[in-house]
Nanobody, 122 residues
Protein backbone atom coordinates (compact mmCIF):
# COMPACT_ATOMS: atom_id res chain seq x y z
CA UNK A 1 0.00 0.00 0.00
CA UNK A 2 1.02 3.55 -0.69
CA UNK A 3 -0.06 6.45 1.48
CA UNK A 4 -0.13 9.95 0.03
CA UNK A 5 -0.52 13.12 2.06
CA UNK A 6 -0.94 16.50 0.37
CA UNK A 7 -0.26 19.87 1.93
CA UNK A 8 0.20 23.50 0.94
CA UNK A 9 -3.29 24.48 -0.10
CA UNK A 10 -4.91 27.72 1.00
CA UNK A 11 -6.50 31.00 -0.03
CA UNK A 12 -4.67 33.23 -2.48
CA UNK A 13 -5.57 36.22 -4.61
CA UNK A 14 -5.77 35.94 -8.37
CA UNK A 15 -2.32 36.29 -9.88
CA UNK A 16 -0.67 34.84 -6.81
CA UNK A 17 1.23 31.60 -6.23
CA UNK A 18 1.04 28.49 -4.08
CA UNK A 19 3.23 25.46 -3.68
CA UNK A 20 1.67 22.08 -3.05
CA UNK A 21 3.50 19.05 -1.69
CA UNK A 22 2.62 15.39 -1.55
CA UNK A 23 4.61 13.00 0.63
CA UNK A 24 4.46 9.30 -0.17
CA UNK A 25 5.14 6.33 2.07
CA UNK A 26 4.75 2.57 1.90
CA UNK A 27 6.73 1.87 -1.25
CA UNK A 28 9.99 2.97 -2.84
CA UNK A 29 9.07 6.40 -4.14
CA UNK A 30 11.32 6.19 -7.20
CA UNK A 31 9.29 3.21 -8.42
CA UNK A 32 6.13 5.36 -8.66
CA UNK A 33 4.94 7.68 -11.37
CA UNK A 34 3.04 10.61 -9.93
CA UNK A 35 0.21 12.83 -11.00
CA UNK A 36 -1.81 15.78 -9.78
CA UNK A 37 -5.53 16.09 -10.40
CA UNK A 38 -8.15 18.56 -9.24
CA UNK A 39 -11.90 18.74 -8.68
CA UNK A 40 -13.58 22.12 -8.93
CA UNK A 41 -16.97 22.71 -7.28
CA UNK A 42 -19.69 21.00 -9.28
CA UNK A 43 -17.27 19.47 -11.78
CA UNK A 44 -15.61 16.17 -12.46
CA UNK A 45 -12.06 15.55 -11.32
CA UNK A 46 -9.59 16.50 -14.03
CA UNK A 47 -5.94 15.91 -14.83
CA UNK A 48 -3.45 18.66 -14.05
CA UNK A 49 0.09 17.28 -14.46
CA UNK A 50 2.19 14.15 -14.17
CA UNK A 51 5.85 13.30 -13.73
CA UNK A 52 7.83 10.16 -14.44
CA UNK A 53 9.85 8.16 -11.95
CA UNK A 54 13.11 10.03 -12.46
CA UNK A 55 11.53 13.44 -12.91
CA UNK A 56 12.74 13.81 -16.49
CA UNK A 57 9.31 13.36 -18.06
CA UNK A 58 6.50 15.80 -17.34
CA UNK A 59 3.15 16.43 -18.99
CA UNK A 60 0.55 19.13 -18.35
CA UNK A 61 -3.04 19.86 -19.18
CA UNK A 62 -3.47 22.73 -21.59
CA UNK A 63 -5.27 24.78 -18.94
CA UNK A 64 -2.22 24.93 -16.67
CA UNK A 65 0.69 24.65 -19.08
CA UNK A 66 3.10 27.54 -18.59
CA UNK A 67 1.67 28.42 -15.17
CA UNK A 68 2.09 25.24 -13.10
CA UNK A 69 5.25 23.17 -12.62
CA UNK A 70 5.41 19.61 -11.37
CA UNK A 71 8.60 18.24 -9.87
CA UNK A 72 9.75 15.55 -7.49
CA UNK A 73 12.48 14.84 -4.98
CA UNK A 74 13.00 11.10 -4.67
CA UNK A 75 15.26 11.59 -1.69
CA UNK A 76 12.38 13.20 0.18
CA UNK A 77 9.61 10.94 -1.19
CA UNK A 78 7.83 14.09 -2.30
CA UNK A 79 6.16 15.40 -5.43
CA UNK A 80 5.50 19.11 -5.78
CA UNK A 81 3.15 21.29 -7.77
CA UNK A 82 4.08 24.95 -8.08
CA UNK A 83 1.04 27.04 -9.00
CA UNK A 84 1.75 30.48 -10.49
CA UNK A 85 -0.44 33.15 -12.06
CA UNK A 86 -3.45 31.65 -10.35
CA UNK A 87 -6.93 32.30 -11.68
CA UNK A 88 -10.32 31.95 -10.03
CA UNK A 89 -10.99 28.92 -12.22
CA UNK A 90 -8.06 27.15 -10.54
CA UNK A 91 -10.13 26.92 -7.36
CA UNK A 92 -10.43 23.22 -6.58
CA UNK A 93 -9.41 20.40 -4.33
CA UNK A 94 -6.04 19.17 -5.58
CA UNK A 95 -5.16 15.50 -5.32
CA UNK A 96 -1.90 13.70 -5.85
CA UNK A 97 -1.92 10.17 -7.19
CA UNK A 98 0.57 7.35 -7.73
CA UNK A 99 0.61 4.73 -10.46
CA UNK A 100 2.70 2.44 -12.65
CA UNK A 101 3.29 4.98 -15.43
CA UNK A 102 2.68 8.69 -16.01
CA UNK A 103 -0.69 9.39 -17.55
CA UNK A 104 -3.50 11.91 -17.80
CA UNK A 105 -6.06 9.13 -17.24
CA UNK A 106 -7.41 8.61 -13.74
CA UNK A 107 -7.85 4.82 -13.92
CA UNK A 108 -4.08 4.41 -14.32
CA UNK A 109 -3.49 5.65 -10.81
CA UNK A 110 -3.81 3.13 -8.01
CA UNK A 111 -3.31 5.36 -5.00
CA UNK A 112 -4.77 8.74 -4.10
CA UNK A 113 -4.32 11.30 -1.40
CA UNK A 114 -7.14 13.00 0.47
CA UNK A 115 -6.68 16.31 -1.30
CA UNK A 116 -5.84 19.87 -0.36
CA UNK A 117 -8.08 22.86 -1.01
CA UNK A 118 -6.89 25.72 -3.19
CA UNK A 119 -9.11 28.79 -3.32
CA UNK A 120 -8.32 31.71 -5.60
CA UNK A 121 -10.14 34.95 -4.92
CA UNK A 122 -10.76 37.35 -7.77
Amino acid sequence: QVQLVESGGGLVEAGGSLSLSCVASGRTFSSLDMGWFRRAPGKEREFVACVGKSGDYTYYSESVKGRFTISRDNGKNTVYLQLNSLKSEDTAVYYCAAGPYPSSHEPVYEYWGQGTQVTVSS
